[in-house]
């Protein structure tokens, strides 16, 4: 149970294109999911809070308007990577909490590379 | 506010020695902590957490953590380590109540045969 899946796993696209990322809980309701970004040097980074039905928390440092997070239902939340640069190439993992409050169950990430 | 810092970001044991990865956290209040696998080109798969039961805590794959709070640790251990066992470990930490995961920087564990 408590199931994420994120989608696409990988995706290539042009420069100045946008990247629509979706992150589904298949088995529970996410009101709050997350979405992290992980650096070449690995570390992973909270980017941002997605909250059904309201807007997103961004995290200090992270442009609202190239990540746009958009949480409309209860089960769905979409991050599209607006104009795209080769820097914004990296792992993308969005990441829900498990109803029952035993932990984090996250999606299997998606690797974004901009050409 | 929290952090976690994550001693050695390479580490390499040989088949059926010991593996021990080290996490120091840091938290305002009682932390939740966690540790996480990667493996290449996959997401995040949780192998233990300690939310304020037991301090040994037993996860899956044969790992196991021992949260001390004297020291502000939580070290990943298994007696033996295979060879699937090769890839990245996350250790996170949340505050009680909190949502959101912080996490360290990640340790990348090599098995030699």
């Known amino acids: 149970g408590a199931v994420v899946s994120q989608h696409p796993s990988r995706v290539i696209c042009k420069s100045g294109t946008s990247v629509k990322i979706e992150c589904r809980s298949l088995?529970?309701?996410?009101?709050?999911m997350f979405w992290y970004r992980q650096f070449p040097k690995k570390s992973l980074m909270l980017m941002a809070t997605?909250?059904?039905?309201?807007?997103?928390?961004?995290e200090q440092g992270v442009e609202k308007d190239k990540f746009l997070i958009n949480h409309a239902s209860l089960t769905l939340s979409t991050l599209t990577v607006t104009s795209a640069h080769p820097e914004d190439s990296s792992f993308y993992i969005c990441?829900?909490?498990?109803?029952?409050?035993?932990?984090?169950?996250f999606g299997s990430g998606t690797r974004l590379t901009v050409v | 506010a929290q952090s976690v810092t994550q001693l050695g970001s390479h580490v390499s044991v040989s088949e059926g020695a010991l593996v021990l990865l080290r996490c120091n956290y840091s938290?305002?209040?009682?932390?939740?902590l966690f540790w996480y696998v990667q493996y290449p080109n996959q997401g995040l798969q949780l192998l233990l957490k300690y939310t304020s039961a037991a301090t040994l805590v037993k996860g899956i794959n044969g790992f196991e953590a021992e949260f001390k709070k004297s020291e502000t640790s939580f070290h990943l251990t298994k007696p033996s380590a295979h060879m699937s066992d090769a890839a990245e470990y996350f250790c996170?930490?949340?505050?009680?109540?909190?949502?959101?995961?912080?996490f360290g920087t990640g340790t990348r564990l090599t098995v030699i045969p």
């Open positions: 088995d529970f309701q996410a009101t709050t």
């Open positions: 938290s305002s209040v009682p932390p939740y």
């Open positions: 996170a930490v949340s505050e009680t109540g909190a949502n959101n995961l912080f």
């Open positions: 997605s909250n059904e039905g309201s807007k997103a928390t961004y």
């Open positions: 990441s829900a909490q498990i109803p029952t409050g035993s932990g984090y169950t």
